[in-house]
């Protein structure tokens, strides 16, 4: 089916607490500060935990099809990215390693096993293992420490870009003055007419984490979209679990 392969590689892309409270209700006011210093604070804030065993909401738009399904996150750090999405069945189950992109669907009964070209093909943009892991947690997908940035405020964040911007694409993240996590980060190809936006309108802290509470993806290509939000049930920290993953017998494998 259509529909589970592209829902299939946009869950992709994206919790037992002990305690958990919104963070974003209030905002402070944003102050003159260095592009550097904004950057430094960001890279401060990255998440510093060995693993995520989180619950998610997600739901799915591409202006043909609107689906909700629940989705178990499982990530090990720079290691591997394990996801199982049901709705009262399991529809699949997916693996992501910095060199691999794995998933199988008992509902449909069909296979995928390639590499991270797939997200290519949807959202329009070359993304890795670690921007994808960057992605979930409300990091920047580049290292904004590797190379000197320009910094304006804008809706009361900072807004961090490249002083040299890639000659295809140009991206910008919008850091916030109250923790140094993300608002926002775009990915912009005016050439061909696509864009990717996250978006993260609240964090929980748990634990004395930060955490996306919500995620929001709009990814857009010529004449079509794709619209993601995720939101976080519950997620522990640095606890013990198993990625297992087996592609049955007998299913059909997918050409994407």
């Known amino acids: 089916m259509k529909f589970i392969k592209y829902f299939l590689v946009f869950t992709l892309i994206f919790t037992s607490c002990k305690s958990k409270k919104n963070v974003t209700d209030v905002k402070e006011i944003v102050r003159n500060m260095s592009a550097k210093k904004v950057a430094r604070k960001h890279v401060a804030a990255n998440f510093d935990k060995k693993s995520v065993n989180a619950k998610l909401k997600a739901n799915f738009n591409n202006g043909k099809v609107k689906q909700s399904i629940s989705v178990s996150l499982r990530m090990k750090k720079d290691e591997v990215i394990w996801l199982k999405g049901t709705k009262f069945i399991t529809v699949f189950k997916a693996k992501i390693t910095p060199t691999s992109v794995s998933y199988y669907s008992p509902f449909a009964k069909n296979y995928f096993e390639g590499d991270f070209n797939m997200l290519k093909k949807i959202l329009g943009v070359d993304i890795n293992f670690e921007q994808l892991q960057n992605l979930l947690l409300g990091q920047s997908v580049l290292n904004v420490k590797e190379q000197k940035q320009n910094v304006i405020i804008k809706d009361n964040s900072y807004i961090l870009s490249p002083e040299i911007q890639a000659h295809i694409f140009a991206i910008f993240f ?61 997620v522990a920290f640095d606890t013990d679990f198993e990625t297992p993953f087996t592609i049955p017998n007998g299913y059909k494998e997918l050409k994407l």
Do not use: C, G
């Open 174 to 234: 919008a850091v916030n003055p109250t923790h140094f996590k993300l608002d926002n980060q775009s990915i912009v190809n005016p050439l061909k007419n696509q864009r990717l936006d996250v978006t993260y309108p609240s964090y929980s802290l748990i634990d004395n984490v930060l955490f996306p509470a919500t995620i929001k993806i709009k990814a857009k290509q010529a004449n079509r979209f794709t619209n993601v939000n995720f939101f976080l049930k519950s």
